[in-house]
């Protein structure tokens, strides 16, 4: 009886093909993983994946980062759906949603992805080592590309990063690295 009811909202959610219902319960949906038992996961799974590949769109920051959410928490589960976990993840990236990852403060999912790599007390130096590292910007269309897409992911997110700190990272690093063209764009 649970599972009959899981899948008839799966395929009521994908039969509907309505991109902002289906991407608002993939987003509650992505936020609880963590509370389901894997029986449950490794059912939802195929139907996940089918909405996924009919529905959504890599070329969407939102879409790639939802998708991606869900492909965490399932790997984090260990489900048995590695290729089709390999699969969509590599096709639901994008340049914007690559700046997400690396400006994206988040220390659990940090943690899975970097293991071993920093505690508590060390994700702050790590996290902007890691942005220095990831968005050196060496021309004035590479900073005016970054703003845009940073721009964009603000207005979707506002509390997975600190904004303040990320342009304060990026902006130390180039100034050091490539003086005076800073300075044209902020005059």
Known sequence: MY????TIIWTTIHNDKN?????EILEQYSQSISQF????????????????????S???????KIV??????YSMKEINFTKDLSNLSNSFTNPTYQIYLTIRYDFRLDNYKFPNQFD???YPGFKEQLIKKELLLLSIKDIQTFLTMYL???KVIKDDFYPPRTL???IDTKYRTKNGEIEKLVN
């Open 37 to 56: 038992h894997i029986k449950t996961l490794e059912h939802d799974f195929p139907f996940f994946y089918k909405i996924t590949l009919n529905i959504l």
């Open 120 to 122: 508590f007390e060390t």
């Open 168 to 170: 304060d990272y990026i």
């Open 19 to 23: 991109i902002e219902k289906c991407l």
């Open 3 to 6: 599972y009959d009811t899981r």
């Open 68 to 73: 991606q959410q869900i492909i965490c928490e």
């Open 58 to 64: 890599p070329k969407s920051f939102v879409h790639c």
């Open 152 to 154: 964009d992911i603000y």
